[in-house]
Every structure is written in C-alpha cells, then in structure tokens.
C-alpha cells in the first residue's frame, strides 16, 4: 500500500471532480488517499503526489503554482503527476495547447505524467466576476469533463507505484 496525495486548485469544481475520481481509484485499488484544497496547504509527503489545477487565461491557479514552488525540493525525489481542467482541452486541435499549461510545474517538479482534461462551465458554479468575464466572452455553459478518461489516467498513474 502506497500513499497517495490529490490535491486541487478550483473555482468552479472541476478539478476538485477530477482529484475526487483519482482518489477513487488509488482508494479502490487500497491505497491511502488524502485529497486536499491547495488553499489548505497541505503537506507534500506521499509516495504519489498528483496535483492539478483550473487554467485561467492559459495559467495554472496561483495556489496551485506557489504551492508547487514551495515543496519544489520536496516533489524532486517523488512520484508526481500534474493535471489541469480547461475547456480548450474539449478541442484536439488545442490538446498540445492544453498541456502546454502544465509545462510550469512538470519543468519545476520533473513530472512523470502530465495531462489535460476537458472541463466545465457551470455559471453557477463559479464567481460573479467570471461569470461576467465569460458572458463578454461569449462563452456558453457547457460540460466535457470526462470521468472514464480520468480514471484511466489514473490506473497508469497507480501502475507506476
């Protein structure tokens, strides 16, 4: 049994949904999972560390970078695996794009899997600020978060123990 750290930076849930369904797995296959806010700090001492975080105008959430940065020494000698959520990723012609935002934290932290996951736009779900942001952008309420692909993703991680 391996422990395994999934921790999340969100504003509309979508990578909290995503860190919940790889915990799910790690858990299932008798794992011990912490999931965890980056907003709470949590510690970065795991034999997995998987962290992954929204993208906003192409960057990873600051949370989710300055946390990241602070446990740079720590994740060296770890398992770490990055991810992010963002609606581009819902367009194959824009995955390279879409994994491009991780590319912070996988140069920070060596990486050994880095992906992105189509996301989500719920305009309940997220800041009036964003909302308005979105709407001026014409964005449309939409929903591409594809759980089977996470948890695929997330049995080749476990694989990797």
Not at 22 to 31: E, K, S
Not at 100 to 115: L, M, P, Q, W
Not at 126 to 155: C, E, I, S
Request: proline residues 3%; charged residues 25%; aromatic residues 8%.
């Amino acid at each position: 049994m391996a422990t395994v750290l999934v921790a999340y930076a969100t504003r509309g849930g979508t990578a909290h949904d995503i860190a919940e369904a790889v915990a799910d797995v790690a858990r299932d296959a008798g794992h011990d999972v912490t999931v965890a806010d980056l907003r709470d700090k949590p510690h970065a001492r795991a034999d997995l560390v998987v962290v992954g975080s929204g993208v906003n105008a192409g960057s990873w959430y600051p949370e989710a970078v300055a946390w990241l940065a602070r446990h740079t020494d720590t994740l060296r000698g770890t398992k770490v695996a990055l991810f992010n959520a963002c609606l581009n990723a819902a367009d194959p012609a824009k995955r390279e794009d879409s994994l491009a935002y991780n590319k912070v934290g996988v140069d920070r932290v060596g990486a050994v899997s880095s992906e992105a996951f189509a996301g989500r736009y719920v305009p309940h779900r997220v800041g009036w600020f964003r909302r308005v942001f979105l709407k001026t952008m014409q964005q449309q309420p939409q929903d591409h978060l594809d759980l089977d692909r996470v948890r695929a993703w997330a049995q080749g991680l476990l694989a990797q123990l």
